[in-house]
C-alpha cells in the first residue's frame, strides 16, 4: 500500500472533496481517499502495483485541481 499526501489547489467547498471521491474512487487499485478542502489537501492509499502517481495527479487536473505532492513541494 502506498501512501501520498497532495497540496491541491481549486478546492472551495465540501462539493470538491465529494467530486474528488468520486473521481478517484472510481480507479481501480484506491483504497482510501481522504480529501480536505479546508486544509487543501488531498491523502490517498493505493496500489502501487495497478495504479500511479500520475494517473491519480491526471485525474485531478481532468477534474480541475492541480496537485502538488507534498513531499516535493519545497
Ligand atoms: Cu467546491
Known amino acids: 500500500m502506498t501512501h501520498l499526501s497532495l497540496t491541491v489547489t481549486g478546492m472551495s467547498c465540501t462539493g470538491c472533496e465529494q467530486r474528488i471521491s468520486t473521481v478517484l474512487g472510481r480507479l481501480d487499485g484506491i483504497h482510501r481517499v481522504d480529501a480536505d478542502h479546508r486544509a ?13 502517481e500520475t494517473v491519480i ?8 485541481y492541480e496537485a502538488v505532492s507534498r513531499e516535493e513541494r519545497r
Open 40 to 52: 487543501g489537501t488531498v491523502v490517498v492509499d493505493f496500489d502501487a502495483d495497478t495504479l500511479d
Open 57 to 64: 495527479t491526471g485525474r485531478l487536473a481532468d477534474a480541475g
